[in-house]
C-alpha cells in the first residue's frame, strides 16, 4: 500500500497526459476530431493507408528487432567486461559514459556523415561513391540499426554492470570453491543474474526504437516509411485532410508498443523481475 | 490539441471534458479582417513598442539565418521590436502549430509572422488562419506594384492582404561546368542526360519544397508546355495532364542516383550529394544563395546555372501573420521594415541573402534606386531579369498536394 502511494504522483502524470493523447488520436484516427468539416466517425484513414500501414509496421518491426539483438549482441559481452576484467574497466566504463548522454539525433548525423556515399568512411577507404553499399537510406535500415545498437549498447552494458556489481564476485569465488571451472561459472552464475537485466533493457531499447522518430527519418529512406515517420509526415501535411491518416498510423504505432509491451512485462513476470 | 507534440507536451491546459467538447466543434473557417487596418501608421508604431515578435521561417538557408539575425533583428530592435528568429524544417511546421493554436483558442500564439507562400498559405487561408486585410496600412507597400501578379496572386490565390510580400525567386538548375561540359538545356534534356549518365540526376521526395517544384516543371515539360496546363486545378485536368509526367519519371527512375529505389529527403540532401560528387546537378528556388555558396568553398568553383530554353517557374514569397498573434502591431512594424528599400537592398546582396526584391525600380526615388544600382553583379547567378525571362507562372495551390500524393503513389511506391 506504501508503494503504491509513493507511486500515485507519477502514475497520475503518466495516466494523465497518455490518456489525453491517446484518446485525442483515437479519436482523430476515426474521424470524429477533424481539422476542417464535421465530425463523422469512420474508418477511412486506416483503408486509405493499408499498405504503407503495413510496410510501416514491418520496417519498425525490422528496425526495432534488429537494433534489440545488435544492441544485446554487443551490450552484454561489454556489461561482463565491465565488472569481471579489471584491466579494462576503466576505459570501457569512460566508453560507455561518454556514448550515453550523446543525443541520438547527434548520433544519428554522425553515422550518416560516415557511412553516406559521400562520407568519411567511403572516403579513407578510398571507395567510389556509386561503388559504396547503401547503408544509409538503403533497403535494410542499416544505418538506423547501426546508430541504435551503437547507442543502446552502452546503456545495456551499464545496467548489466549495475545489476552484477553487488554480488557477482561473491558468488563466482563460491562457485570456483565449489569446483565449477570458468565457463560453468559464467553459464551458472553469471549470465542467470545478468539475465533479468538484459531483458529488461531489451524491453525498453525494443519499445524506444519503434516509436523513435529522428533515427529513422534522418537515415531511411523515402518509402516504405516506419510509422512515426509515415505519421509525422502525414500530420504536417498541408492537406488538412490526412490529419485522420497521420492518427491511425499514430494509433497503430502505439498499439504495436503496447501489445510488446504486454509480451515483455510477462517474460520479465516470468523470469521473477516482477511479482 | 490533436497535435502530437501538445499531447506528448502540454500536459496542464487539456482536460477530458474540454477534449470532448473540442471534437464536436472545429473552429469556422473565413478569414479574419484585420479590424485595426484603418489606424494611422503613427499608432501602430507606438502599439509596437516593446512588442515580442516570433518569425518562423524555414531554416535551412544558413545565409537567410544570418541575414535575418544579424541584419533584420537589429534593424528592428531600432525600431523598438524585439524580433525573434524561430527556425523550423519545414513552413509545414509552422502551420501545424498555428492550427493548433487556432483550435485551442489561443489568442496569444507564439507565432507572429511566418515566412510563407503557395500551398502553405492556401492550407492555412483554407483555415481561415491568417488575418487578412492589413497590408495595405504598410508604408511600404508603396514601393510595390500594385498590378505585380506575382504579388497580388500566390499561386492561384489572390493575397487579399493576407501576407506581405518578402522576396522573388526563381526555380533554377545547378551543375557543375567541370562534371558536365556539355549540359543539356530543357528538362526533357535533363532526363535525357540522365539516361545517358546513369545514377548522376535525382530531385528531392515531393513534398519536399524543391522536389514539389521540380514535379511542376517537369508537368509543364510533359504536357508540352507550360501554356498547356490551366493554372486552375481541375480533376479533368488533372488525369489528363498526369499520368504522361508520372510516366516519364517512371520510366527516369532506374537511371536515377541510387536506381530511384531512394529520394533525397529535402533540397539541403540534394545539396550534399552535389557537393559530395554523388550526383552532377543540383536545384533550388533560391539562386541568388549560389553565389556565397560558391565564394565560400561549399559549391565547386565552377557551378553554373542552367536555364532552361522554355523558362522556369518563379514565385514571390511573403511574411504572413496568423490571426492567434498576440503582437499584431509589432509583426506590422517588423514586416514593413522587411520591406524597405534598404532592407529589401541589403538582402538582395549576394554576399547578404541574394534574394531579388519585391519592389519596383520605377516606384524607388533616387536614393532607392541608388542602393539597388550599388549591389554587385555576381559571377555566378545571371541577374533576376535574366533568369526570369520567359518565366512560367506557379500553378495553384490545388495542384501542389495533388501531384506530390500522385508522384508518391505513381512513382515512389510502383
Known amino acids: 500500500m506504501g508503494s503504491l502511494r509513493l507511486l500515485a504522483p507519477a502514475a497520475l502524470l503518466v495516466g494523465i497526459v497518455s490518456a489525453i493523447s491517446i484518446i485525442s488520436i483515437a479519436l482523430t484516427a476515426f474521424g470524429l476530431m477533424p481539422l476542417v468539416g464535421q465530425p463523422r466517425l469512420s474508418t477511412d484513414a486506416f483503408g486509405a493507408l493499408s499498405s504503407d500501414l503495413w510496410l510501416g509496421l514491418r520496417e519498425s518491426f525490422v528496425i526495432a528487432t534488429t537494433s534489440t539483438i545488435l544492441a544485446l549482441i554487443l551490450g552484454v559481452p561489454a556489461g561482463l567486461a565491465l565488472v569481471s576484467v579489471s584491466r579494462i574497466r576503466a576505459a570501457l566504463a569512460a566508453l560507455t559514459s561518454v556514448i550515453l548522454p550523446v543525443p541520438h539525433l547527434i548520433g544519428a548525423a554522425s553515422i550518416g556523415l560516415l557511412l553516406s556515399g559521400g562520407g568519411v568512411l567511403p572516403r579513407w577507404l578510398g571507395v567510389a561513391p556509386s561503388d559504396w553499399p547503401a547503408l544509409v537510406a538503403g533497403s535494410f535500415p542499416t544505418a538506423i540499426v547501426i546508430e541504435f545498437a551503437w547507442k543502446e549498447s552502452a546503456f545495456i552494458a551499464l545496467i548489466i554492470a549495475a545489476a552484477l556489481s553487488s554480488r557477482l564476485t561473491e558468488l563466482s569465488e563460491a562457485a570456483a570453491v565449489l569446483g565449477a571451472g570458468p565457463w560453468q561459472r559464467l553459464r551458472r552464475v553469471t549470465l542467470p543474474m545478468a539475465a533479468p537485466s538484459a531483458l529488461a533493457g531489451a524491453i525498453i531499447i525494443y519499445l524506444y526504437t519503434l516509436g523513435s522518430y529522428e533515427v529513422t527519418w534522418l537515415l531511411g529512406r523515402s518509402y516504405p516509411e516506419a510509422l512515426p515517420v509515415l505519421a509525422y509526415r502525414l500530420f504536417t501535411s498541408i492537406d488538412l485532410t490526412a490529419r485522420p491518416q497521420a492518427a491511425a498510423a499514430a494509433l497503430l504505432a502505439i498499439l504495436s508498443a503496447v501489445a510488446i509491451a504486454g509480451v515483455g512485462i510477462a517474460a520479465l513476470r516470468r523470469v521473477g523481475v516482477l511479482r | 490539441m490533436t497535435s502530437l507534440r501538445r499531447s506528448a507536451a502540454g500536459l496542464g491546459s487539456a482536460v477530458a471534458a474540454s477534449l470532448v467538447l473540442a471534437a464536436c466543434s472545429a473552429p469556422a473557417n473565413e478569414a479574419v479582417q484585420d479590424d485595426s487596418a484603418d489606424q494611422p501608421w503613427e499608432d501602430v ?47 509545414q511546421d509552422a502551420l501545424t502549430r498555428v492550427l493548433s493554436e487556432r483550435q485551442a483558442g489561443t489568442e496569444d500564439g507564439d507565432v507572429d509572422l511566418v515566412w510563407v507562400n503557395g500551398d502553405n498559405f492556401s492550407a492555412g487561408q483554407q483555415a481561415g488562419a491568417w488575418l487578412c486585410g492589413w497590408t495595405d496600412q504598410l508604408p511600404n507597400m508603396a514601393f510595390t506594384d500594385p498590378d505585380d501578379e506575382l504579388l497580388t496572386n500566390d499561386f492561384g490565390n489572390v493575397v487579399d492582404g493576407c501576407e506581405a510580400p518578402w522576396h522573388k525567386a526563381q526555380f533554377a538548375f545547378v551543375y557543375d561546368e567541370e562534371r558536365v561540359p556539355n549540359p543539356p538545356t530543357s528538362l526533357e534534356g535533363i532526363l535525357e542526360w540522365t539516361s545517358e549518365n546513369p545514377g548522376r540526376f535525382t530531385y528531392p521526395a ?168 550599388a549591389i554587385p553583379d555576381s559571377p555566378v547567378v545571371p541577374p533576376y531579369a535574366e533568369l526570369s525571362e520567359g518565366a512560367d507562372p506557379e500553378l495553384s495551390a490545388q495542384w501542389v498536394p495533388a501531384l506530390d500524393e500522385g508522384w508518391r503513389t505513381n512513382v515512389l511506391v510502383e
Open chain 2, 45 to 91: 508604431v507606438e502599439q509596437a513598442q516593446g512588442q515580442e515578435v516570433s518569425l518562423w521561417m524555414w531554416g535551412g538557408d544558413p545565409q537567410g539565418n544570418a541575414y535575418v539575425d544579424d541584419v533584420l533583428i537589429p534593424a528592428a530592435a531600432e525600431e523598438g521590436v524585439t524580433l525573434r528568429r524561430v527556425p523550423v524544417a519545414s513552413t
Open chain 2, 206 to 373: 515531393p513534398p519536399d519544397f524543391t522536389g514539389s517544384v521540380f514535379l511542376r516543371q517537369a508537368l509543364y515539360s510533359s504536357a508540352g508546355g507550360a501554356e498547356e496546363v490551366p493554372l486552375e486545378f481541375d480533376q479533368g485536368s488533372y488525369d489528363d495532364l498526369s499520368p504522361a509526367l508520372f510516366e516519364r519519371l517512371q520510366e527516369v527512375e532506374p537511371d536515377l542516383w541510387r536506381e530511384g529505389e531512394t529520394y533525397p529527403r529535402d533540397s539541403v540532401a540534394l545539396d550534399q550529394l552535389f557537393i559530395d560528387g554523388e550526383v552532377d546537378f543540383t536545384m533550388t528556388y533560391g539562386p541568388a544563395t549560389l553565389t556565397q555558396l560558391v565564394e565560400n568553398g561549399t559549391f565547386p568553383q565552377t557551378t553554373q546555372v542552367l536555364q532552361l530554353d522554355e523558362g522556369t517557374v518563379g514565385n514571390a514569397s511573403f511574411l504572413a501573420m496568423p490571426s492567434s498573434s498576440g503582437q499584431q502591431a509589432g509583426a506590422k512594424v517588423v514586416a514593413n521594415l522587411a520591406l524597405s528599400p534598404e532592407q529589401q537592398a541589403l538582402k538582395a546582396d549576394p554576399g547578404v541573402w541574394g534574394q531579388f526584391t519585391v519592389l519596383d525600380a520605377d516606384l524607388l526615388d533616387d536614393e532607392g534606386a541608388a542602393l539597388f544600382e
